[in-house]
């Protein structure tokens, strides 16, 4: 258990950090593999893997249309869903696209975009895919990216996390 969680520490030490002037770094704190993650400003409850094998995080995202504003600009019209059933809108500017090798070996492009996530009150923007998980068991998976010299995984146990996430006040 002691080397699992010694090779946890050095994996996040060296991993990149996540983008955001709104990061709440401190001490890292140690949560479970599956947590509770707030997305957005408005604290939207998602059941989430905390998963230090994958770069960067992804969240399950419903009726996903790309599209251009101005001549270079792409945007994205999304929705994301809650736990409690609860359904966001969310229209924003597109950083990147990413390609995800298949199990076929073809690839899907991904539209990323900058997503403020809290996770036991360790809050930062960082960047997410927006995928089909249907066909996972969790709504959103955070990857190195977010974790990295914030969070430590502790993979035999679940919803460690104890410090709540508040929504940002946008005002």
């Known amino acids: ?10 994996l996040t030490a060296f991993a990149p950090a996540a983008a955001g002037a709104d990061d709440s770094r401190g001490a890292p704190a140690t949560f479970g593999y599956i947590e509770n993650v ?25 009726n996903v249309e790309i599209y251009k504003r101005g001549q270079r600009d792409n945007w994205v ?10 359904s966001i809108r969310y229209d924003q500017n597109v950083v990147r696209f990413v390609h995800i090798k298949t199990k076929t070996g073809g690839t899907l492009r991904r539209p990323v975009i900058h997503l403020p996530l809290c996770i036991g009150g360790k809050r930062a923007r960082a960047e997410v895919n927006l995928a089909d998980r249907g066909d996972f068991e969790y709504d959103i998976l955070i990857g190195r990216e977010f974790l990295a010299s914030r969070i430590l995984v502790d993979s035999s146990r679940t919803f460690m996390a104890q410090e709540d996430c508040e929504p940002v006040d946008e005002d």
């Open 1 to 10: 258990m002691c080397l699992r969680l010694l090779v946890l520490c050095l």
């Open 38 to 62: 707030f997305v957005g400003n408005l604290g939207l409850e998602m059941k989430g893997k905390l998963d230090t094998g994958a770069d960067s995080s992804s969240v399950h995202a419903f």
């Open 77 to 86: 019209k999304f929705r994301l869903v809650g736990k409690d059933g609860r």
